[in-house]
């Protein structure tokens, strides 16, 4: 079975501040897709950026950026200029199929 | 264009009931799923499809079914409710970027 590993419960960043999430997994698999999610306290998924096995430039999406590492299996997330309202739940996944990691609590303190 | 949609948002049942979960999709994908969140875990996979009249097994299919007749349904099944499949339950439907219902949250008393 496919297992994603985020080793971080909870996480305090400081406003304006960056901060990196960390997410590895497991896999046999050469062609597979690595995405983040934030989950609110509202409880809706929102989907924040993706990343292929084979795509060489690593994914950015305005303030998320995913630092891809092939061969150490990592896909950690990184939130440049934290805001407030990105405090959230927030899941790393990977498909086929599409599996979760337990997720990272981040708070933003101002 | 609804993107997914569930149906119901909230139910209760008792022990030993049955009942169906719908969700909905107007974005003609392939793929669907179905998941369970439990409080300060992440998504559990229970079901997906990858196509119309296919589904397959995820982490955790005890106790449920699944049925994809149309390309645009995926139907989530409790045949015997218990309490521990009191959970929110998340469908998501497409590939390369899922798209996420709102949830149906159930509890099973």
């Known amino acids: 079975a496919q297992k994603i590993t985020q080793t971080q419960p909870g996480m305090f960043v400081q406003e304006k501040e960056a901060v990196t999430l960390d997410c590895t997994y497991d896999?046999?698999?050469?062609?597979?897709?690595l995405f983040w999610y934030k989950q609110p306290s509202s409880g809706e998924m929102i989907f924040l950026i993706y990343?292929?096995?084979?795509?060489?430039q690593n994914a950015t999406e305005g303030r998320y950026s995913l630092n891809f590492q092939k061969a150490r299996k990592s896909a950690n997330l990184v939130i440049s200029a934290s805001q407030l309202g990105d405090s959230a739940m927030y899941f790393c996944a990977k498909c086929p199929p599409l599996v979760f990691g337990k997720g990272t609590r981040l708070s933003v303190i101002a | 264009n609804a993107g997914v949609t569930q149906t119901p948002k909230f139910r209760v049942l008792k022990t030993g009931q049955s009942m169906t979960l719908l969700c909905a999709q107007d974005?003609?994908?392939?793929?669907m799923y179905w998941y369970r969140q439990d409080p300060g875990m992440g998504l559990r996979l229970i079901h997906y499809?990858?196509?119309?009249?296919?589904?397959a097994k995820g982490e955790v299919p005890d106790g449920y079914n699944v049925s994809r007749l149309k390309k645009q349904n995926f139907l989530l099944g409790l045949e015997s409710a218990a309490p521990s499949q009191t959970s929110v339950y998340f469908c998501a439907s497409g590939s390369y970027e899922q798209f996420f219902g709102p949830g149906t949250r159930l509890t099973v008393l």
């Open positions: 499809s990858v196509g119309e009249g296919t589904t």
């Open positions: 990343q292929g096995s084979y795509d060489e």
């Open positions: 896999t046999s698999d050469q062609s597979y897709g």
């Open positions: 974005m003609n994908h392939e793929y």
